[in-house]
């Protein structure tokens, strides 16, 4: 309850701080009247726009796109396409292509990972985010809106209507900008000859960026903002926190006991652990197991039935092996890393293959801490993805497992397991 009034409190502070703010008072008079019937434009992006020429000529600039953004009905979206403008990540927009481009349709863009309409991902944790909402409308010439593979699946893409109105869209797309400056930019573009799938002949990409926020936007607004994201979240997660909490007690507390019994005996098995580590199994893949044992490296490998695998993905994929010892080895001596080999299975992808690997520690208090730790923390330029795993043998020799059928085949490399 307390909450909620606080929630509700924020809400009006941001209502009436909101209220004395000139609308549309960072705009020119020919920006504005592309902007009727609109609401409020929060930000500004400007994209200088240029063209790969033939034979290796310097390539052609094409013109300026200034794109208002809707920042008070769709806050996140806007945020997400402003700081991907903005390289506020170390990663965006510059130098990415529009990839496809369909006349009396749209120019679609935003693939900065590969730039083929393929790829790219949002700031939130490099993933996708849900649709915010379909207030605004495919209505007009120059709309700008989120391109996606379905529901709930925004990532960094987006495209440019180049005709008046496309309600098909509605719905489907969430529309958070408006063109308001090289709307004939735009048009010239729609012009450009493609190939069948689409793709313009020569490159058509962003050469330049230039980001504004509204002027008179103050910093209490953002933190009433923040606050009322705050509470909301507080209000939905508060059993959630109270179990992590308790969880992160009891993994503390484990540590501190095979902490002390190691350095009575650091060569020597230790006993089955009391506690289960529940909060160690990763959701997505449905693994089952109650317990981990430590010790020397023949006696965790072949004695125990159950294994503790440390995971980490979205490793760069030129990562050596040697660098991999070194980086993961501060936390303990290793047992042996395994990256999956590409060739392993013909039906994957390499990006599902590369970029992954399964570490063995000889010791399950060092796994528990390099999982912990190192979850999130840029490696070369990427951000670790880390797991821990129970795995029963039996289940490995079985198939039971529902990981992904190349995981499963390293596990089995690993542990030497045959069929």
């Keep these: 309850m307390i909450v909620q009034f606080i929630h509700l409190l924020v809400l009006f502070a941001i209502t009436t701080f909101s209220a004395v703010i000139p609308k549309q008072s960072f705009l020119t008079p020919e920006e504005l009247t592309h902007l009727e019937g609109d609401p409020e434009v929060t930000h500004k992006v400007t994209f200088t726009i240029s063209q790969e020429q033939p ?37 965006g927009y510059l130098n990415s292509p529009f990839h496809r481009i369909i006349k009396d349709f749209m ?20 993933s996708t985010f849900p649709d915010e909402n379909f207030e605004l409308k495919h209505d007009k010439l120059g709309r700008v809106s989120m391109a996606n593979a379905g529901k709930d699946t ?3 893409q987006f495209f440019i209507l180049n005709k008046d109105s496309t309600p098909h869209l509605d719905g489907k797309h969430v529309v958070f900008g408006q063109v308001i400056g090289g709307i004939d930019v735009v048009l010239a573009i729609a012009e450009v000859k493609t190939t069948r799938s689409s793709r313009p002949l ?8 230039k980001t504004e926020i509204r002027e008179t936007e103050d910093e209490s607004k953002k933190e009433a903002l923040k606050l009322a994201e705050d509470a909301k979240e507080q209000q939905q997660t508060e059993d959630e926190a109270a179990a992590l909490e308790k969880s992160k007690e009891e993994v503390e507390e484990k540590q501190h006991k ?30 089952v197991g109650k317990t981990a ?46 990256i999956p080999d590409p060739r392993a299975n013909s039906s994957s992808s390499s990006s599902a293959q590369q970029g992954t690997c399964f570490i063995i520690y000889n010791n399950t208090t060092n796994a528990i801490r390099a999982a912990h730790d190192l979850n999130g923390v840029n490696f070369n330029g990427r951000y670790l993805v880390t797991s821990l795993y129970h795995v029963d043998r039996s289940k490995i020799a079985n198939e039971e497992l529902t990981l992904r059928q190349e995981h499963l085949n390293e596990l089995k490399k690993m542990y030497e397991i045959s069929d």
């Design 293 to 338: 044992y430590e010790g020397d490296s023949s006696s965790f490998l072949s004695e125990y039935k159950y294994l503790l695998i440390f995971s980490v993905r979205n490793l760069p994929y030129n990562t050596s092996t040697e660098s991999l010892y070194e980086f993961f080895g501060k936390y303990g001596n290793i047992n042996q890393i395994r």
């Design 258 to 287: 095979e902490e002390q019994e190691e350095n009575k005996a650091a060569e020597e098995a230790l006993s089955e652990s009391a506690e289960e580590a529940k909060h160690l199994t990763e959701d997505d893949n449905n693994i």
């Design 202 to 209: 020569e490159k058509i990409y962003i050469s330049g960026i």
């Design 154 to 156: 925004n990532g960094s």
């Design 55 to 91: 034979n290796k000529e310097p390539p052609i600039v094409l013109g300026d796109i200034t794109i208002g953004l809707f920042g008070s009905v769709v806050p996140k979206t806007v945020e997400n396409f402003y700081q991907l403008s903005s390289h506020k990540h170390d990663y």
């Design 107 to 126: 120019m679609q863009g935003g693939d900065f990972a590969r730039g083929t309409g393929t790829g790219g991902f949002s700031i939130y944790d490099e």
